[in-house]
């Protein structure tokens, strides 16, 4: 979501994120399942905000980028692996 053409990716990411958590009405202490959680950006969201956030993801190239930013942000993590990747992140 961008405002003008010329807004950076990281703007127009930030302003979509903040778009999907104002709209879905998140508080702390709130819990949100992001199956498909990709790379971790809104998992990493919602943890800054407090929110409890489990992610779901096939790729283990993607678990590990997002295990490696949630130790690099402190935030509480679990992982199991099975046939899914499951994360949870928590503030």
Sequence with gaps: MYENDDDSLEFGAERKLASAFQSL?????????DIGCGWGGF??????????????TLSRHQKQYTEDLIKKFCIKTFFLSNLLIIMTASP
């Design 25 to 33: 009405q998140f508080k702390p202490n709130d819990s949100v399942l």
């Design 43 to 56: 998992l990493r969201y919602a943890a800054r905000r407090d929110v409890h956030a489990t992610g779901i």
